[in-house]
């Protein structure tokens, strides 16, 4: 993970961005102290799809159960 200051990033934004679509990810540092991430989007969208796939496929591997519906669709609005 490499470290660059904010002024550093505002200054050479494009390659920052050059280098995190390579794979790279960043800090940046704001008076010295880290105030954000900059990676790759894929590896955030992947920790968030992967709960949501394990969920599906358990669900998906339960058996359907069959109840009678006991209320009408006006009371569910109660």
Do not use: H, K
Not at 1 to 10: F, G, H, I, R, T
Not at 21 to 34: C, D, K, M
Not at 58 to 76: F, G, K, M
Request: hydrophobic share 45%; aromatic share 6%.
């Amino acid at each position: 993970m490499a470290v660059v200051s904010a002024a550093e990033a505002n200054r050479s934004f494009s390659q920052v961005l050059r280098e995190v679509a390579a794979g790279e990810t960043f800090t940046v540092l704001s008076r010295g102290r880290p105030v954000a991430t900059i990676s790759p989007v894929g590896l955030e969208l992947e920790a968030y799809r992967a709960p949501p796939r394990a969920l599906l496929a358990r669900l998906a591997s339960r058996p359907v159960v069959e109840q009678p519906c006991i209320w009408t669709r006006d009371e569910l609005y109660d």
